[in-house]
Every structure is written in structure tokens, then in C-alpha cells.
T-cell receptor
């Protein structure tokens, strides 16, 4: 019954590899986000999708490519991984209307690039 | 300078103490969130405020829109309240702009 789920929870990989992180929400929300939390625990927006369309793309290297096959899923694909990509990545979702913008977070994916 | 500033950065309290964490922001906002991140890493939304005050159990959140300031209070603190508390704002734009986060306040409550 998890509202926002991410897989995998931990990801350890070598520099230069390509990897994906998956996110799914079963809340019926129409907006999904990817946030990055660095080693100093600071959270920052990477991408925002509304109804499968990209609406926010912050200054993120184009090695990061989000893909939204449907409203319930927002996956993050990372090419040519670098040491600096090591962080915890959080997916979140929210909806318009009601408690506008209240965001529900996934459990996070800890990515370690060696 | 970050658009969202929290104080203090670190806070150690004895069990039972009344705790206040402050958040100031510099942009116009449509809502302010207080989030809790436990040592295990998961993030939980505690409150979303656009005005006034909200209370949930031992937690109280207030916001002063004119002063661009919010506080999170914990009454009768307990060791299980130990976590990082993060203030985040939704800049005034449209309904679902992403959040801008403060750097968090690390709270340790000692028994």
C-alpha cells in the first residue's frame, strides 16, 4: 500500500555506467518530481513532470534523463555516471486541488558511484 | 544566499523540553512545508501552511506571511523526535511548483 515507491533503494555502481531509478505513485497524483539530496543533506529539485509533460528542468547535466511513461510513473535514467552523482535521490508526487501541492515522498534511492 | 534559511542548524535538547525551530524565507510563497527526515532517510510531510497555525499532536506550526517567517514547535519532546526537520517553500507561481528547501535542523533529544 506504499504511496510513493522507488526502486532500487540502494545502487552501487562504477563510474561510466548507465543506470535507472524507478518511481511509482498510487495516489492518483498528476505531478511528480525528482529531488537530489547531496552529502550535506541539502535537497534540490531536479525535474518536475505534470501529466507526463516536463514542466521544470533545473540545471541538471543532460546525462540525466527523466522518462514518464504514464502519470503514475517517473523514472530517472543516468548515463555515464560520475563520482559527483553519488547522492540520495527522492521521488515525490502531488496534485492540484484539495491540499494543493502537499508532496508525498518516496523512501529515496542511495546511489554510490565508485 | 539560500532563499530559505533555518535556525538553529543543530539542536540538542533534554527529553520533555519545549523546542522551537525557525524558518525565514525571502520569496513570495503560496505555501510552506515542514518535513521530517529520520536517520533511516525517509521524508515525511508534517505540515503544509499558507497562513496561521496548525497543530498535530505535540507538533505546532505557525507562519507569519508578512514577516516571511515560520516556526515549528515540539512540546514535551521525546527521543523519538530526533530527526532532521526541513522547512521548504513553494514559490508563488502555479499550483504545483517544486519546493525550495532549507538546509534542515538536526534535532537530538536526549533521555
Amino acid at each position: 500500500d506504499t504511496a510513493v515507491s522507488q526502486t532500487p533503494k540502494y545502487l552501487v555502481t562504477q563510474m561510466g555506467n548507465d543506470k535507472s531509478i524507478k518511481c511509482e505513485q498510487n495516489l492518483g497524483h498528476d505531478t511528480m518530481y525528482w529531488y537530489k539530496q547531496d552529502s550535506k543533506k541539502f535537497l534540490k529539485i531536479m525535474f518536475s513532470y505534470n501529466n507526463k509533460e516536463l514542466i521544470i528542468n533545473e540545471t541538471v547535466p543532460n546525462r540525466f534523463s527523466p522518462k514518464s511513461p504514464d502519470k503514475a510513473h517517473l523514472n530517472l535514467h543516468i548515463n555515464s555516471l560520475e563520482l559527483g552523482d553519488s547522492a540520495v535521490y527522492f521521488c515525490a508526487s502531488s496534485r492540484i486541488g484539495g491540499e494543493v501541492g502537499e508532496q508525498f515522498f518516496g523512501p529515496g534511492t542511495r546511489l554510490t558511484v565508485l | 544566499k539560500n532563499e530559505v534559511e533555518q535556525s538553529p542548524q543543530n539542536l540538542t535538547a533534554q527529553e520533555g523540553e519545549f523546542i522551537t525551530i525557525n524558518c525565514s524565507y525571502s520569496v513570495g510563497i503560496s505555501a510552506l512545508h515542514w518535513l521530517q527526515q529520520h536517520p533511516g532517510g525517509g521524508i515525511v510531510s508534517l505540515f503544509m501552511l499558507s497562513s496561521g497555525k496548525k497543530k498535530h499532536g505535540r507538533l505546532i506550526a505557525t507562519i507569519n506571511i508578512q514577516e516571511k517567517h515560520s516556526s515549528l514547535h515540539i512540546t514535551a519532546s521525546h527521543p523519538r523526535d530526533s530527526a532532521v526537520y526541513i522547512c521548504a517553500v513553494r514559490p508563488w507561481n502555479s499550483g504545483n511548483t517544486p519546493l525550495v528547501f532549507g538546509k534542515g535542523t538536526r534535532l537530538s533529544v536526549i533521555a
